[in-house]
């Protein structure tokens, strides 16, 4: 017999770097699940675009918050607390880049990266792990790089962030598991973002797409409760020739 999946309409999901790019593109996959969904960014000028471009009504709510920041995702929780009563589904999103080679790299350079796209996660997973466990359970996904398992010059702080990220989503998946929190990790190659500069273009059609992440963390989310896709890695399947 085959398993229903998860049912997810009403379910509280809260998307990081939900502005532009695959953050937005998962928070419009969620709602159009009717899930609310709760979706931050650091410009409150692309959220407000977000907001406009989603179009939900009450069923979503944006506000501004860097994750690097611990305090700043301690508000951003209580307020979705204050206003849903709990998360269902986290989606730590939220990631920037700088590429430089290591010795051109600044001390500044190398906080940004890590505390958006290594700390971030651990601040949201930490403020959202006591909601989910109150609601019974949850799902959390991270979403990681192929550049995670795939050094390249210039990145030694991407790579560094997205290497650490894998580490830390195996072992808070054998962490939550017996307490009903499910974690995966969505692994992308290319994704046709504006994310480094050329990857919108054109020519880059060759790309993933930003929906088509989405629909993979829409997949992983209503699996059945017995399911877990702890790692998928997602690449092009027909890239330039070299």
Same mark, same amino acid.
């Given at each position: 017999?085959?398993?229903?999946?998860?049912?997810?309409?009403?379910?509280? #999901?809260?998307?990081?770097?939900?502005?532009?790019?695959?953050?937005?593109?998962?928070? @419009?996959?969620?709602? #159009? #699940?009717?899930?609310?969904?709760?979706?931050?960014?650091?410009?409150?000028? #692309?959220?407000?675009?977000?907001?406009?471009? +989603? %179009?939900?009504?009450?069923? +979503?709510?944006?506000?501004?918050?860097?994750?690097?920041?611990?305090?700043?995702?301690?508000?951003?929780?209580?307020?979705?607390? %204050? +206003?849903?009563?709990?998360?269902?589904?986290?989606?730590?999103?939220?990631?920037?880049?700088?590429?430089?080679?290591? %010795?051109? +790299?600044?001390?500044?350079?190398?906080?940004?990266?890590?505390?958006?796209?290594?700390?971030?996660?651990?601040?949201?997973?930490?403020?959202?792990?006591?909601?989910?466990?109150? @609601?019974?359970?949850?799902?959390?996904?991270?979403?990681?790089?192929?550049?995670?398992?795939?050094?390249?010059?210039?990145?030694?702080?991407?790579?560094?962030?997205?290497?650490?990220?894998?580490?830390?989503?195996?072992?808070?998946?054998?962490?939550? @598991?017996?307490?009903?929190?499910?974690?995966?990790?969505?692994?992308?190659?290319?994704?046709?973002? %504006?994310?480094?500069?050329?990857?919108?273009?054109?020519?880059?059609?060759?790309?993933?797409?930003?929906?088509?992440?989405?629909?993979?963390?829409?997949?992983?989310?209503?699996?059945?409760?017995?399911?877990?896709?702890? @790692?998928?890695?997602?690449?092009?399947?027909?890239?330039?020739?070299?």
């Amino acid at each position: 017999m085959r398993s229903e999946s998860t049912e997810l309409k009403d379910k509280i #999901a809260v998307v990081t770097g939900a502005s532009k790019g695959i953050g937005l593109a998962i928070a @419009r996959e969620f709602l #159009a #699940a009717g899930m609310r969904v709760a979706i931050c960014g650091r410009s409150r000028e #692309a959220l407000t675009g977000a907001k406009s471009a +989603l %179009d939900a009504g009450d069923r +979503l709510y944006a506000a501004r918050c860097d994750v690097g920041r611990f305090e700043e995702v301690e508000r951003f929780f209580e307020a979705v607390l %204050d +206003l849903w009563g709990g998360v269902d589904v986290l989606v730590n999103n939220a990631g920037v880049g700088r590429f430089k080679a290591v %010795d051109e +790299l600044s001390v500044e350079d190398w906080r940004t990266v890590v505390d958006t796209n290594l700390s971030g996660p651990f601040y949201c997973v930490k403020a959202a792990v006591p909601l989910m466990r109150e @609601r019974g359970g949850g799902f959390i996904v991270n979403i990681g790089s192929l550049a995670g398992r795939n050094p390249f010059p210039g990145g030694a702080a991407y790579n560094a962030s997205k290497f650490g990220l894998n580490g830390f989503s195996e072992a808070t998946m054998l962490d939550l @598991r017996n307490q009903g929190i499910r974690v995966s990790q969505i692994m992308p190659g290319s994704v046709q973002t %504006d994310f480094q500069p050329g990857g919108g273009a054109p020519d880059a059609d060759w790309k993933l797409s930003p929906e088509q992440v989405a629909e993979t963390a829409l997949h992983l989310v209503q699996m059945p409760q017995r399911n877990l896709a702890s @790692r998928i890695e997602m690449r092009p399947s027909t890239p330039p020739k070299r």
